[in-house]
């Protein structure tokens, strides 16, 4: 009898998700650290820690966590202390990741909708004390996740594999715990993500309506205002993030729901069960969400695109450059 499909849908999605996202997100560091994108240096920081935080994603979940799982299932990364070790910190890295996102909503919440409060909040300075913050705390919460787990089996007195200790169902310090998370991420992002802007929003479009009316232009006419121009493309890169978060993280929410009122549990053995299918589909799509963001700043930020192409391009270049030399005759004097 042949693997589970979803078992084998894994073993071909996630070494294609790890090949194209960490190196994506690499070049994404690079560019954004030279700082030539022609974007504030608030907004490089908080892209910058984005960038970095689904990277972490990626390693720990994908590369360290899944792909181990399928092609090196007895490796020291599968001994449970490590294994344990390693989701808390796949744990720690999404919790940066979606909070600092709703951080980046947040900052552009406050310099479109409220400018008197931009000047003092949408700093450089505000924007790495933010990212330290979210990061600190990402730590600490995901801390007793050390503790959920136990052996999924023992090999000659070896502890291998992690699964959920049965308590962590029934004990009302971890039902608390479970719920904490749940809240956390992703309700709550969710939610402060749909509020700040659908409020950026609805700010833009009256704003919008306004400059209209000054400048005395139809709709048609409105392209050849470059404001209003640089308003939409703010709604749409707005809207593209937002969507792709929340229907990428869809199916994880209502999982994690249907373990609380039903005998769903997580990581169970069987990866035939119904719950389980839906638990790896689950994550699998919370893992793409991981690389959606350097293709949306990609699509939508011209220069971005340039500067990626340029990193791109440069070591091509010069290696093409160098097979020349090489190839050109050396003449010396005799």
């Not at 908080?46 to 090196?72: P, Q, S, T």
């Not at 720690?92 to 900052?107: E, R, Y």
């Not at 993030?241 to 994690?256: D, N, Q």
Request: aromatic share 12%; with cysteine.
């Amino acid at each position: 009898m042949g693997a589970p499909v979803i078992v084998e849908v894994e073993k071909i999605y996630y070494p294609i998700l790890a090949v194209i996202g960490v190196p994506a997100h690499l070049m994404t560091v690079v560019v954004l650290s030279r700082g030539n994108c022609g974007l504030s240096k608030c907004i490089t920081r908080y892209l910058l820690g984005m960038a970095v935080a689904d990277l972490l994603v990626l390693i720990f979940g994908v590369v360290l966590y899944e792909i181990k799982d399928c092609y090196f299932p007895f490796s020291l990364l599968n001994y449970t202390p490590i294994c344990s070790i390693n989701i808390a910190l796949l744990f720690m890295s999404i919790d940066w990741s979606v909070w600092l996102t709703v951080a980046f909503t947040f900052d552009r919440f406050v310099a479109i909708c409220h400018q008197t409060f931009r000047k003092k909040y949408c700093t450089e300075r505000t924007a790495a004390i933010v990212i330290t913050v979210v990061c600190s705390l990402s730590i600490m919460e995901n801390a007793p996740i050390n503790f959920v787990f136990e052996p999924r089996e023992i090999i000659n007195d070896v502890p291998w594999s992690c699964h959920v200790k049965p308590s962590v169902y029934t004990l009302t310090i971890w039902i608390a715990f479970t719920w904490l998370e749940i809240i956390l991420t992703p309700f709550v992002p969710f939610l402060l993500i749909l509020l700040f802007n659908a409020q950026t929003i609805r700010h833009i479009v009256q704003a919008n309506r306004v400059r209209r009316g000054l400048r005395g232009k139809s709709n048609s006419e409105d392209h050849n205002d470059p404001e209003v121009e640089n308003r939409r493309k703010s709604i749409v890169l707005l809207l593209t993030i937002s969507a792709c978060f929340m229907i990428l993280w869809s199916v994880t929410f209502v999982f994690f729901i249907l373990v609380q009122f039903t005998e769903a549990q997580l990581t169970e053995t069987s990866y035939n069960a119904p719950f389980t299918f839906m638990e790896q589909t689950g994550y699998m799509l919370r893992n793409l969400s991981s690389c959606t963001n350097t293709f949306i700043y990609a699509l939508s930020q011209s220069k971005f695109r340039e500067q990626l192409k340029n990193l791109i391009t440069s070591p091509v270049t010069l290696i093409i450059n160098l097979f020349k030399s090489v190839k050109q005759p050396h003449w010396t004097k005799t």
